[in-house]
């Protein structure tokens, strides 16, 4: 997803994706939405709303991509003080490191 990628940071406008995220979760109650919306929050640093989101997200019972232990992963990161792309490095120097 966008939020994930640095290259596109410049780009970031928290209010328009805000909005996007509520529209798509309008249209369709799915989980990754929600957590994408999350991710977008962690992003600005406003974890409480991340947090918030994320746990709503988490009880939806859509998630055709399967997004649920992804989420609860990203939840306890946005708990720590950590967004999505912070997360998402970390989790790729353990893994090089296990592969070692």
Not at 52 to 66: A, L, R
């Amino acid at each position: 997803m966008f939020v994930i990628h640095p290259e596109f940071a410049k780009e970031f406008k928290l209010k328009k994706l805000i909005a996007y995220m509520d529209t798509a979760i309008q249209l369709v109650n799915d989980l990754n939405y929600y957590d994408t919306k999350a991710s977008v929050y962690a992003l600005a640093d406003d974890f409480k709303n991340a947090i918030q989101c994320e746990e709503v997200g988490i009880t939806v019972k859509y998630d055709p991509d399967n997004a649920l232990a992804d989420a609860k992963e990203h939840l306890e990161w946005f708990k720590k003080g950590i967004n999505i792309q912070e997360g998402e490095k970390t989790k790729k120097v353990k893994a090089s490191l296990n592969n070692e």
